[in-house]
Nanobody
Framework: QVQLVESGGGLVQPGGSLRLSCAAS????????MGWYRQAPGKQRELVAA?????????NYTDSVKGRFTISRDNAKQTVFLQMNSLKPEDTAVYHC????????????????WGQGTQVTVSS
């Protein structure tokens, strides 16, 4: 079973930045689309950013993070990143990563068990 280990969260003031990392324990990493999801208290988990398999040139973002978040991947290190800038209190959530067969399925059909996630808290 693939293990996903997220890191990089923390407490940051509004307008600040964080960079999240997710390491995957699979040599097949490059064939998966990868996504970052978040779950705020009392809300359903949502996909906020996704990147296509392979070279990862194609990305998708939910409207609320467009222009502020950037997803990227390093296939050699089996790691996906989420650079988060101009953070807002409404970005507060536990952030998880997961893999998908494609950008069109990753939102509703994540492939692996969820890791522990990393907490992001945006507060003054």
């Amino acid at each position: 079973q693939v293990q996903l280990v997220e890191s990089g969260g923390g407490l940051v003031q509004p307008g600040g930045s964080l960079r999240l990392s997710c390491a995957a324990s699979t040599r097949l990493f490059s064939i998966y689309a990868m996504g970052w999801y978040r779950q705020a208290p009392g809300k359903q988990r949502e996909l906020v950013a996704a990147i296509a398999s392979g070279g990862g040139g194609v990305t998708n973002y939910t409207d609320s993070v467009k222009g502020r978040f950037t997803i990227s991947r390093d296939n050699a290190k089996q790691t996906v990143f989420l650079q988060m800038n101009s953070l807002k209190p409404e970005d507060t959530a536990v952030y998880h990563c997961n893999a998908g067969g494609s950008l069109s399925t990753i939102a509703t059909k994540p492939l692996h068990y969820w890791g522990q996630g990393t907490q992001v808290t945006v507060s003054s």
